[in-house]
């Protein structure tokens, strides 16, 4: 991939991508201490840390319409959304800035006459309005939940905001408005009276504009339709929402793994019929698995699930977790106990605490984790978890459907469709799958039925549909190549670390749920002698270079430094050195010349 500039959407020129370019060392410093010259340069970032300039817009334009003035607008997709921001914030934010906090729900306006396909989408809109100094606690909520209005959503929304379609709730335009702006929309919207009908006549010369007048009730019955057909037209077939349930249904049957075709979709292609014995479980319906807006929420519901499932208590976090895993089981219950090492000794030390009579709601684990790439030993947490009660959540988003089975030895399987399924960097998606063989199934069904709601944007079920249709045949390139890569560190001298499931300590656990004829994945870490090594092979290495991970393209980070720059004593005492490089390895067929080429600039480092 030609280089990226500082600051540029990856993949280039694309609007809704999911990461951003830090193609130097020193630039991923720059961002973490806040410094405009990495600041000002970026068009986007990773969507759950940087709010998208299409959302930012958004808020904006409410604010301006609706809000007071120096107020921020935070915006969700739905009442509940919003009302656990609201929530969060009110519990963690002092009370002397909460004066001016508020909801403003954008709904439909009934009298527009929508068609039957756009309210089907549900194109609604919560803001959270607050002022500035409350701004870092509505952002801890949207980073932590996933909970946040896609870009996508965002975009389509404010079109009909600004087209007075989508409007506060309980307020209804009026056949007889005070005074309409221009706009693109239908003549209803639009008309103005004949100067000639102004009561007093042009005064000195200038005409008053605009003006309105009575509409008969013949202009209104013609309005309703021309405004109805240009709602459909603009807004209902765009989306192009014949697709949707279809869509979804494909995802859900390639996650349960019995659609693995790669052909075109539409409104009424037969799916394969859902084994019951996908992925070696039985009584697995559809509707066990779960999509949601991103992998994060899929955690979080999870968890805010498994609360009212189950008596509320403390987790578990074993193992080194992705960042806001950790946050979500601290800030949003009871607390949890964090194993950072994952290793046998914590399951030791756990099983000590549990014949001890400590009783615990869930352990949540990555298989592998991100960035070591160690797994956890499944078999003997899923024997703990059935003596002493408490629901095991597996997040496999690197180890992806392809190349590992967990959902036997898991009450709840989680991962992150942004990455490796998707695999195009340019939308947001998450799933969760409920065994249903699990003890803890009828009640998290119940409360799923009565609580969940589908905020996944059609826009974005669609790009990710289309996305994922050849995920089989791209984890087995990655596969392929990763172990390429791996060859070549393992032999290095200047590499003291090389971090794969192939090679880890751990391979054992791995291989207990490595499907027939799978791989290893396609993420890798490595750690290099000094420091200076670690810059040299990162600033050279002639690949994207940004947050996220499971791309098609190979893309490298300093994980650590991005990750958990405030606690790098913390991450080290866990074992993760700060200067670890990961590689998200992709599908280009030089990957092993590019990570040599860089090898040598390592190389040419004095010490």
Known sequence: MPLIELGDSIPPNTAHAVSVSLPTWKSNIGYEEGEQWVLSTMITGYPRFFIHKSIQAFGN?????????????????????????????????????????????????????????????????????????????????????????????????????????????????????????????????????????????????????????????????????????????????NLDLSLVPNAKSAIRRRIAGVLIADGELDSTTALPTMDSNARGISNFKEDDIYLVPCGMNAIFTTHQTLLKARE????????????????????????????????????????????????????????????????????????????????????????????????????????????????????????????????????????????????????????????????????????????????????????TNVYYPKYNETRSNYEVCKLPGAGYGGLLSCTLKTTAHAMAFYDAIETAKGPSLGTNFTLTSPYVLLAHYQELDWARSCGVDPDLLRISVGLEDNLVSIVTKALKAAEAVSI
């Open 61 to 237: 334009d409410i604010v301006a319409e609706h809000g007071l003035p120096g107020q921020q607008a935070m915006l969700f997709p739905t009442r509940k959304t919003a009302n656990r921001c609201l929530e969060f914030i009110r519990n963690k934010a002092p009370l002397s800035v909460q004066a001016d906090l508020g909801i403003l729900h954008l709904i439909l306006d009934p009298a527009k006459k929508a068609p039957d396909a756009l309210q089907s989408v549900m194109p609604s809109i919560s803001a959270v309005l607050f002022t500035p100094e409350v701004f870092p606690f509505a952002k801890q909520y949207w980073q932590h939940s996933g909970d946040g209005v896609s870009s996508r959503r965002a975009e389509f929304c404010h079109d009909l905001f600004k087209e007075s379609i989508l409007v506060p709730e309980g307020k209804v335009s009026s056949p007889k408005p005070p005074q309409q702006k221009l706009g693109r929309g239908p003549k209803r919207y639009r008309r103005q009276a004949s100067v000639d009908e102004h009561p007093n006549g042009p005064t000195n010369g200038h005409h008053h504009y605009p003006v309105t007048r009575d509409v008969t009730a013949e202009e209104e019955t013609a309005d309703n339709i021309e405004s109805s057909r240009f709602l459909e037209e603009r807004y209902g077939r």
């Open 312 to 495: 509320p208590r403390k987790s578990i976090n074993f193992g080194f977790p992705y960042v806001d895993t950790l946050k979500i089981l601290q800030k949003f219950g009871p607390g949890a106990i964090f194993y950072g090492r994952g290793s046998s000794a914590d399951l030791d030390d756990l099983e000590e605490r549990l014949k001890n009579g400590e009783r615990f709601l869930g352990l949540f684990c990555e298989f592998p984790g991100n960035p070591l790439l160690t797994c956890p030993d499944l078999v003997r947490i899923r024997r703990l978890a059935d003596t002493y009660d408490f629901a095991v959540v597996v997040d496999e988003t690197v180890g992806t459907f392809v190349n590992v089975n967990v959902l036997p030895f898991a009450d709840v399987v989680v991962s992150s469709l942004t990455k490796i399924f998707s695999g195009d960097c340019n939308v947001m998606g998450g799933s969760m799958i409920l065994n249903p063989n699990s003890k803890y199934y009828a009640s998290m069904k119940r409360v799923m039925t009565e609580e969940f709601e589908d905020t996944y944007w059609a826009e974005d079920v669609i790009f990710m549909e289309r996305n994922s249709r050849d995920f089989q045949s791209r984890i087995d390139r990655v596969n392929a190549n990763a172990e390429a890569i791996c060859d070549v560190l393992n032999v290095h001298p200047l590499v």
